[in-house]
């Protein structure tokens, strides 16, 4: 049985099946040994018989004990093994043998009833012994639970005063004043955030009436009101509202209440958790101003504008108004912050704010929209009251202004768009307007209605500036070449370089047609320096051919003269192109170069410590002053054409050449004279003593190679002064 049991896993078969194994392999046992027995016993040798007999009655009532735990065991054993004996016994004719028989009869009913009694035996012994072992297992798990109860109750108590620890740490430490307050509106508990915010001790506030306490006079209804609501309602409520603190000031407060309920679901209290917020309402209306006024002048700014256009629009449809919408801009502002300074830029804008505040009518709206961009709107039964706020409005700039003890005058151009004639929305009002204001600006008139030939101007404009974008990269720009001469040998002395652009579509495009839109868009920049490369080529492509290449003189605008880089620029681009400086020069007028003088003059010094030849262009145009002509490093004045066209009509023509000739020959410069165009002004200017000239009697302006053949043919003894 222990082989089979070793054998095999006793986990994975059911009790039953052992039990019954253990009785077959028992009554197996007590065949074999009960079988043995008999044959010895039918030998007749009575030593034999005595020996088995004994034998087998000491077995038998051996396995007594071995065998009585299962209650058939010992049957199923001591049967076989005693009965084939027994029948031996009796079949013998000794009447002592059946003696003997009967004894064996005994001694089985004996030892089987002794096996039963001792099973039964050991069955109360063994169902008492799994009683105490399930009564002490239960003990030892009651035990386990009621340490583990025990331990989770301990647990739950520590859990709850760390909670109650935190919850006090956090009221005491938060930044939110914690108020319980009793049914009747009184303090009970009061955290050190209360005492910040309100300025009052635990103390003292401890049992005061919230209304005596926080209220404001003004308030004391509205909030007497909201804890009656709260009490009715017995539900969380948030509310914000002026309080008061200690030393009576006032106090933006957002409340967050909650009621304390009792076990019988009655208000007994309330808990408040209270936030200061009055800088951050200040902030917020800080940044909401920001987002809708200008910072520097307070003014509207363009949302706040675009927002009260559009209420001003639709009162004008329901009234049947005009909507006027002035565009302003100041003239020159940017001379008064590159001479002055910024901070005077600043106090000029502050003074057309004030003026157009004080200007305007009440129901009038004016901002700012960006740098010297101001705007008005203006709700008018008639076209003409825009005149006349516009005319106070200029006065009003007008006036002397004293700036750093210097006395500066605003100017203005107002473009003037109408609702409905020039736009029903505000886009196009604006558009318009802005289209109106550039075309005074252009004219050098205070004001402009807008009419649609500026839409078609600008139209053009724009169609010019895009072309105008991609005339580099298409080759659409090329140079002509006009010469300059010495008035008495007829020597060339010079040539001026003169832009000039041929579209696919547009053919030759006008240079005062585009220059100024190049000018104002900035693309001058680019165009000015492909300029400064092509003239340097030209004259690297004429030396190479054998002519003596002239200097060339290169147009620069103000927006040029404006680039703090100029110099390096021209100094790159004629060591790039290996070209002297004395083959180059600049021209310039009077007008660009008083814009920014400061400045300007230190670039000039720049291009002159170069080695570029400096012209005054359009001259006698401008300022003409003599004290301005001494700050700059200046060669030579051209006389513009205007007075050279009028030499022969008028006398004032040429007394103002003479005078220019006066003043460079004062100065050491040479004068070139502009737009001849006939005999008689020649012979005048040479009688002048006029150094050089220019323009249509000479030459019109040339492509590259029919100038170098013109200088060949014409003025063969030309040369480079």
């Known amino acids: 049985l222990g082989l089979v049991y070793a054998r095999r896993d006793p986990g994975k078969l059911p009790t039953a099946y052992w039990r019954n194994i ?53 049957p199923l054993y001591l049967l076989p093994e005693m009965l084939p004996v027994t029948v031996v016994l009796f079949d013998s004719p000794d009447s002592v043998h059946h003696a003997i028989g009967g004894m064996v009869i005994v001694f089985i009913i004996v030892m089987m ?95 005061k009436h919230a209304l005596d306490l926080l209220a404001p006079p003004g308030e004391r209804d509205e909030m007497w009101l909201g804890w009656l609501d709260l009490l009715r309602r017995q539900g969380g409520m948030r509310w914000t509202g002026k309080n008061l603190t200690k030393d009576r000031k006032h106090l933006i407060c957002e409340w967050y209440n909650t009621p304390l309920l009792d076990m019988d679901g009655k208000v007994m209290g309330v808990s408040s958790l209270i ?38 629009l639709d009162r004008s449809r329901r009234r049947g108004l005009h909507l006027a919408l002035l565009f302003i801009d100041l003239n020159n502002f940017k001379i008064i912050n590159d001479t002055l300074g910024y901070d005077a830029g600043d106090q000029v804008l502050n003074h057309t704010a004030a003026t157009l505040r004080e200007v305007a009518r009440t129901e009038d709206t004016v901002a700012r929209l960006s740098g010297d961009e101001f705007v008005a709107l203006m709700e008018v039964e008639k076209p003409e009251q825009v005149e006349v706020v516009i005319s106070r409005l200029l006065s009003a700039l007008a006036k002397p202004l004293n700036i750093k003890g210097q006395e500066v005058s605003v100017t203005a151009s107002i473009g003037i768009a109408l609702y409905p004639d020039d736009g029903a929305d505000m886009q196009t009002l604006e558009q318009n307007a802005d289209t109106a204001m550039h075309r005074a600006k252009e004219q050098g008139e205070p004001f402009q209605f807008f009419h649609q030939e500026m839409a078609a101007r600008a139209h053009d404009r724009l169609a010019i500036e895009t072309n105008l974008r991609r005339a580099i990269e298409r080759n659409q720009l090329f140079l002509n070449f006009q010469p300059i001469v010495d008035l008495v040998s007829g020597q060339l002395v010079h040539a001026e370089a003169l832009l000039r652009w041929r579209h696919p579509q547009l053919g030759m495009v006008p240079p005062d047609r585009f220059i100024p839109v190049a000018e104002s868009s900035g693309l001058i920049v680019p165009i000015g320096e492909w300029v400064m490369r092509q003239a340097c080529r030209q004259v690297k492509t004429w030396q190479g051919r054998g002519f003596s290449a002239p200097r060339i003189a290169i147009n620069l605008s103000a927006r040029q003269l404006r680039q703090r880089d100029l110099a390096d620029l021209f100094g790159r681009i004629l060591e790039e192109e290996q ?19 400061d400045e300007a003059a230190i670039i000039l010094e720049h291009l002159r410590k170069l080695g570029l030849e400096i012209a005054i262009d359009d001259f006698g145009t401008g300022y003409s002053s003599l004290s301005y002509l001494k700050r700059f490093p200046i060669d030579k004045l051209k006389v513009d054409r205007s007075f050279v066209k009028d030499l022969a009509a008028t006398g004032g023509s040429m007394a103002i050449v003479s005078a220019v000739l006066g003043v460079a020959k004062a ?41 170098s053949a013109w200088a060949r043919d014409v003025a063969p003894a030309s040369a480079v002064h």
């Open 113 to 207: 009833g002794m096996a039963w009694k001792l099973h039964l035996t050991l069955a109360r012994s063994l169902r008492l012994q799994f009683s105490n072992e399930e009564l002490a297992s239960n003990l030892e798990s009651a035990s386990t639970r009621l340490e583990t109860e025990s331990h989770s109750r301990a647990m739950v108590e520590k859990v709850a005063r760390e909670s109650q620890q935190r919850l006090r740490l956090h009221l005491e430490q938060s930044p939110l004043a914690a108020i319980d307050w009793d049914a009747d509106f009184k303090v009970v508990a009061w955290n050190p955030a209360a005492e910040q915010i309100f300025g009052y001790s635990r103390m003292e506030a401890l049992g």
């Open 22 to 74: 253990h009785l077959v392999l028992i009554f197996v046992s007590g065949v074999v040994w009960g079988s043995l027995a008999f044959l010895l016993f039918r030998d007749g040798n009575p030593s034999v018989q005595l020996v088995v007999a004994f034998a087998l009655v000491g077995m038998g009532a051996g396995a007594v004990s071995s065998l009585a735990a299962v209650g058939a065991a010992y």
């Open 667 to 707: 100065l050491d410069m040479r004068v070139v004279a502009e737009g001849i165009e006939t005999e008689e002004q020649m012979a005048l200017l040479r009688s002048s003593g006029c150094d050089l000239g220019q323009g249509y009697l000479i030459s019109r302006p040339l492509m590259a190679e029919d100038f």
């Open 579 to 597: 070209v002297s400086p004395a083959c180059i020069g600049v021209e310039l007028t009077e007008s660009a170069l008083m814009q920014n003088a």
């Open 275 to 312: 936030q200061n917020v009055t800088e951050r309402l200040e902030a917020e209306r800080q940044i909401q101003r920001l987002a809708n006024f200008d910072v520097l002048t307070g003014l509207p700014n363009r949302n706040l504008f675009h927002d009260r256009f559009e209420h001003s």
